[in-house]
């Protein structure tokens, strides 16, 4: 399937890179095809007969103050939904319903972050799912019992939907070492299960040694940002005590704090 999304991505880069008045910051430009068909792939289900469903309504989540400006450019998200019907569709990709493209508040987002999810209007999810998930029970909104493993002995329950990771202080997990980001990555519960985000870091995220945009995790993967090792699992029999936060430090709190996420770590 790689192959494919590859001439997806391309295709929407194109339109992005030939469009007048499109979004200022370079950087947004130059992510939101990948993330795009990061979306698209993570959400997308295998048929019986080989092909693919993809899921019709893609949601751009971000902070409230930038909200405005992403408005100002629709006319140009609903190209991209139209272009990626249409190439997809090439690829034998199928959507059930014209696919769009929607705007969300975020307030767990700074202004130059966005992050984009895909999912299937209610009526066909039901009917589908059961062909990724291998079983017709649902899943709760997020793992209840999802941990992550830091450096190899420090353990995160996982209670909330949205996790941030970073060298911040105000991150849920806190990293001070230097190659890490100061908003380095995201976790955001979907369907049952954690997807990681990476922020745009200058490091990078891998999850089992592929750097990605984006990966939904399974029990035992591991995740490495800018070279610091997690672990992630889930354990229905778990008991991990009441804490919510970690701040896995190996030394004090890091000067600057403050600046833009983007500065190099």
Do not use: C
Request: glycine share 6%; hydrophobic share 40%.
């Amino acid at each position: 399937m790689k192959s494919r999304l590859d001439l997806i991505e391309a295709r929407l880069q194109a339109l992005i890179e030939s469009s007048a008045h499109i979004l200022p910051r370079e950087n947004i430009q130059q992510i939101l095809a990948k993330r795009l068909v990061a979306a698209l792939q993570e959400s997308s289900l295998l048929r019986e007969d080989g092909s693919y469903s993809a899921p019709s309504i893609f949601v751009i989540h971000l902070n409230p103050q930038a909200l405005p400006e992403w408005q100002s450019q629709q006319e140009l998200l609903n190209k991209l939904a139209t272009v990626l019907q249409e190439t997809a569709a090439e690829e034998e990709i199928q959507f059930d319903i014209q696919p769009i493209i929607m705007l969300e508040e975020d307030n767990s987002l700074l202004v130059d972050d966005f992050l984009i999810t895909a999912e299937f209007p209610t009526a066909h999810r039901g009917a589908t799912e059961a062909i990724q998930l291998n079983a017709s029970e649902e899943r709760p909104t997020r793992p209840l019992t999802a941990f992550l493993i830091v450096n190899g002995s420090e353990v995160l329950p996982l209670r909330q939907s949205v996790i941030n990771i970073g060298r911040r202080l105000d991150n849920h997990l806190v990293l001070s070492d230097p190659r890490v980001s100061r908003n380095h990555a995201q976790l955001r519960s979907s369907r049952g299960y954690y997807v990681i985000f990476d922020l745009n870091s200058t490091g990078g995220t891998y999850v089992n040694g592929q750097r990605i945009t984006q990966q939904t995790l399974k029990p035992g993967d591991v995740i490495s940002l800018a070279g610091v090792p997690i672990i992630y699992g889930e354990e229905a029999t778990a008991e991990m005590g009441d804490t919510s936060e970690l701040n896995a430090r190996s030394e004090g709190p890091v000067e600057g704090e403050a600046q833009d996420r983007h500065d190099t770590p």
